[in-house]
């Protein structure tokens, strides 16, 4: 039976990424040798290398000065390195879910940390609105779009102080300012490859503004100067991520890839909205993720909750049970995954409905 992968992270790739992978992994270009066992510093491999940023900067419209880095450690590093270099003070965050909540433990090991609002007081459930970012701060940290509670920032943020995001989840699924900030980073792991690499889009000169000693593998200036090659990179997962890129051009870029991902995320919560089985957790559509897509039972069918999970599953929806934190459902629809899947998770929900 053919599976529809739901899986909110690692998630579903396109069949291009997994195919080409795979390829280059028994036979690297035709040398007779594997994607494995190439150096790093190999003709074949420094082309990967550049081609990765490259093609970011071109896919994303990266304007001069950033330097974009493939570095292991994920997005959950990104949270520890972004403070060591960046906060010499105080730095503002916006709080709105676990992940922020983590990227704020690892702030106050270097700082001051204003939360300047949040959404706990509804579960997150929401996108805080009518903050103020204070101009005194090193710079205002955002989760662009929270993978478990299934919010979004969708507009870039005009900030008065260095902008930085942590956009695992929704990178490269709708143009981006990138003018507007000072860091994009995140976890390969959602819209460009298998897990084991994260992205950072640095501007440069936000190094460098005050004194501290960073440790070598912690400082942006190695891996900028390393040319992201300061040390072994996960050398699989980056040639993954430039086939996904490839395939993300080849689909007519983020203009395109952003349609499709409001047409699959329209159509699923049309169906949550309509069906008497269930509610969504965002209220607010403005608010609403087109990457992760979460909803309950309706108070009135909560009995029903594991039956639908075991009946979708049994159609070959996989990955829908939602975050132990929300409950109820999460469909993960990230770039890769098509509009005929969604399609097909949606015929199941309303056959469940019918049968109850
Ligand atoms: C998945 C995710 C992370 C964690 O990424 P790792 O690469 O596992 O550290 C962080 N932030 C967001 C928004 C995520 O979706």
Redesign the pocket.
């Given at each position: 039976m053919k599976k529809h992968n739901f899986n909110?992270?690692p998630s579903i790739m396109p069949e291009f990424t997994i195919k080409k992978t795979a390829e280059h992994i028994l036979d690297m270009n035709g040398i007779g040798l594997s994607l494995m066992e190439i150096s790093h510093r190999s003709k074949e491999y420094s082309a990967v290398n550049e081609e990765a940023q490259s093609l970011l900067k071109e896919i994303l419209d990266i304007p001069a000065g950033y330097a974009v880095l493939f570095l292991q450690?994920?997005?959950?590093?990104?949270?520890c390195m972004v403070p060591y270099n960046l906060l010499n003070k105080k730095a503002a965050y916006l709080e709105t879910?676990s992940?922020?909540k983590?990227?704020i433990k690892e702030a106050k090991f270097f700082g001051e940390v204003d939360v300047v609002a949040s959404s706990a007081d509804r579960n997150f459930s929401y996108i805080p609105k009518n903050y103020t970012i204070p101009t005194d701060a090193d710079y205002f940290h955002v989760?662009?779009?929270?993978?478990?509670y299934g919010t979004e920032i969708k507009k870039d943020i005009d900030s008065p102080v260095p902008l930085v995001a942590?956009?695992?989840?929704?990178i490269l699924s709708r143009p981006m300012d990138v003018s507007k900030y000072a860091i994009i980073y995140?976890?390969?792991?959602?819209n460009l490859g298998p897990?084991g690499?994260?992205f950072v889009i640095i501007k440069e000169d936000i190094l460098g503004k005050f004194e501290r000693n960073i440790p070598t593998m912690l400082n942006y200036k190695t891996h900028i100067e390393g040319n992201s090659l300061f040390n072994t990179p996960a050398c699989i997962t980056v040639f993954a991520c430039v086939q996904t890129m490839k395939w993300l051009k080849n689909l007519g870029g983020l203009k395109a890839m952003h349609r499709i991902n409001i047409e699959k995320s329209a159509l699923l919560y049309d169906e949550i909205d309509r069906n008497k089985l269930f509610i969504p957790t965002v209220a607010d559509k403005e608010d609403r993720s087109i990457m992760n897509v979460t909803f309950v039972m309706h108070e009135n069918y909560k009995e029903l909750e594991s039956g639908f999970l075991e009946y979708a599953s049994s159609k070959g929806m996989v990955g829908i049970k939602g975050h132990r934190s929300v409950g109820g459902f999460r469909a993960s629809i990230y770039n890769a995954m098509p509009k005929e899947s969604v399609q097909a998770f949606i015929e199941v929900m309303k056959e469940f409905e019918l049968k109850n």
């Open positions: 909110p992270g450690g994920g997005a959950s590093l990104q949270f879910g992940w922020a983590k990227a989760t662009t779009n929270n993978t478990i942590d956009a695992s989840s929704d995140g976890g390969v792991q959602k897990a690499v994260g």
